[in-house]
Nanobody
Framework: QVRLVESGGGSVQAGGSLRLSCVVF????????MGWFRQTSEKAREGVAS???????TYADSVKGRFTISRDNSKRILYLQMDSLKPEDTAMYYC??????????????????WGQGTQVTVSS
């Protein structure tokens, strides 16, 4: 059973930075394609960034140039570096995984496993 545990959320002022982490248990991490999603009470869960098992990256237009997704296969950790944060980035952020090799989709139905989420709050 794949289990995902996120950390690194918090409160920051606009223009600041945060780095989210997601540790993966129960499967060979290097074989998983991974993604970060976010959700608010007013908006449905949306894809932010994804990285395939081979390292190919995809970003939502709203975060291009500000967020960077990366993975450390030796540590089984997925990262999301978030810079130049804006109040509209405030959301619960979720880590997601799929066994589909080479996937870079940002569609939530493309992922099979989800973490519990970590809250990011950006104040103006």
């Amino acid at each position: 059973q794949v289990r995902l545990v996120e950390s690194g959320g918090g409160s920051v002022q606009a223009g600041g930075s945060l780095r989210l982490s997601c540790v993966v248990f129960g499967y060979t991490f290097s074989s998983l394609s991974m993604g970060w999603f976010r959700q608010t009470s007013e908006k449905a869960r949306e894809g932010v960034a994804s990285i395939s098992s081979g390292g190919a990256e995809t970003y939502a237009d709203s975060v291009k140039g500000r967020f960077t997704i990366s993975r450390d296969n030796s540590k089984r950790i997925l990262y999301l570096q978030m810079d130049s944060l804006k109040p509209e980035d405030t959301a619960m952020y979720y880590c997601a995984a799929t066994r589909a090799v080479g996937t870079t989709t940002l569609a939530r139905w493309g992922f099979d496993y989800w973490g519990q989420g970590t809250q990011v709050t950006v104040s103006s």
